[in-house]
């Protein structure tokens, strides 16, 4: 089970993550949780500038690795009813729920917010609620 | 000018961070979830390493009078445990099993220019605004 894992790679990306996470909020003050920034850009809410740039260097950031350091990716067959239910799923979700793994659980479990626990804890739970549920439901059905 | 570079260096960072630690591989994160079946344990590894540095640094940043760049910090105002915030978590998870994509990850695998990346930022977004509309938060 722990064979697989790329522990230096997920642990240097994670604090990595964290690094980002607080930059933002030392520098601007804000929480880095992309639902959040997201939304703020679909609302086209007038101090979306920074907002902006944020998901910019994201895409960038996700793009360089990439291009210049990706591996040879398996390439995916297209999914399409788990790609548009689960994507609008989430993007409902995390708008009325305040925050994804980012926003409640990056920076919500760092600034030891109850809510933010309660959140990462039942959506962690849902997620591998369906997942047991969908194995079930591929093995049944095959 | 510092503050613009500021969040473009830490949304690069983010992304940067989200591909490295494998976390843009919907696979690895419906092996997390996976728990009945040959478990990936690897998302408790970014998560532990990314909340292992905001739980030191938030502390040390929030006990400055304000961010270096603004006049105030923005943070969120609510603290109750509500209904919205369990029900909106419940259908973020099903969703992020169902898909293996959060919102970081889909964003940071637009570059990747995978067709199913694309389907899901377009139904990611059309989700938040349709709950806009139906909500009105």
Redesign the interface.
């Given at each position: 089970m722990f064979d697989d894992v790329p522990v230096f790679s997920a642990l240097t990306g994670g604090v990595l993550i964290g690094l980002s996470a607080t930059l933002l909020l030392v520098a601007c003050g804000r929480i880095a949780g992309i639902s959040g920034i997201l939304n703020g850009v679909l609302d086209r809410r007038s101090d979306s500038a920074w907002r902006w740039l944020f998901l910019i260097g994201l895409v960038a950031g996700g793009t360089f690795h990439h291009l210049f350091l990706g591996g040879e990716s398996a390439g995916e067959s297209t999914l399409v009813l788990p790609m548009i239910v689960g994507g609008f799923l989430v993007g409902f979700g995390t708008r009325m729920g305040g925050g994804c793994t980012s926003g409640h659980g990056v920076c919500g479990l760092g600034r030891l917010s109850l809510r933010s626990l309660v959140a990462t804890l039942v959506f962690v739970a849902a997620g591998m609620a369906i997942v047991y549920v969908l194995r079930c439901w591929a093995g049944g059905a095959g | 000018m510092?503050?613009?570079l500021?969040?473009?260096?830490?949304?690069?960072?983010?992304?940067?961070?989200?591909?490295?630690?494998?976390?843009?591989d919907r696979q690895r994160v419906?092996g997390f979830?996976?728990?009945?079946?040959?478990?990936?344990?690897?998302l408790i590894?970014?998560?532990?390493?990314?909340?292992?540095?905001?739980?030191v640094?938030?502390r040390f940043?929030?006990r400055?009078a304000?961010?270096?760049?603004?006049e105030?910090?923005?943070?969120?105002s609510?603290?109750?445990?509500d209904g919205?915030?369990?029900?909106?978590?419940?259908?973020?998870?099903?969703?992020?099993?169902?898909?293996?994509?959060?919102?970081?990850p889909?964003?940071?695998?637009?570059?990747?220019a995978?067709?199913?990346?694309a389907?899901?930022?377009?139904?990611?977004?059309?989700?938040?605004?349709?709950?806009?509309m139906v909500?009105r938060?």
């Amino acid at each position: 089970m722990f064979d697989d894992v790329p522990v230096f790679s997920a642990l240097t990306g994670g604090v990595l993550i964290g690094l980002s996470a607080t930059l933002l909020l030392v520098a601007c003050g804000r929480i880095a949780g992309i639902s959040g920034i997201l939304n703020g850009v679909l609302d086209r809410r007038s101090d979306s500038a920074w907002r902006w740039l944020f998901l910019i260097g994201l895409v960038a950031g996700g793009t360089f690795h990439h291009l210049f350091l990706g591996g040879e990716s398996a390439g995916e067959s297209t999914l399409v009813l788990p790609m548009i239910v689960g994507g609008f799923l989430v993007g409902f979700g995390t708008r009325m729920g305040g925050g994804c793994t980012s926003g409640h659980g990056v920076c919500g479990l760092g600034r030891l917010s109850l809510r933010s626990l309660v959140a990462t804890l039942v959506f962690v739970a849902a997620g591998m609620a369906i997942v047991y549920v969908l194995r079930c439901w591929a093995g049944g059905a095959g | 000018m510092m503050s613009k570079l500021a969040v473009l260096i830490s949304g690069a960072l983010f992304g940067f961070g989200l591909a490295l630690s494998q976390m843009v591989d919907r696979q690895r994160v419906i092996g997390f979830l996976d728990v009945t079946g040959d478990w990936d344990p690897t998302l408790i590894v970014v998560l532990g390493g990314a909340v292992g540095v905001t739980l030191v640094t938030f502390r040390f940043v929030l006990r400055r009078a304000c961010p270096a760049c603004e006049e105030v910090f923005h943070l969120p105002s609510k603290t109750k445990i509500d209904g919205p915030l369990v029900l909106g978590a419940v259908l973020f998870g099903v969703g992020w099993g169902v898909s293996g994509y959060c919102p970081g990850p889909g964003l940071a695998s637009i570059g990747t220019a995978s067709i199913n990346v694309a389907m899901y930022v377009g139904a990611l977004c059309a989700g938040s605004i349709v709950c806009r509309m139906v909500l009105r938060k």
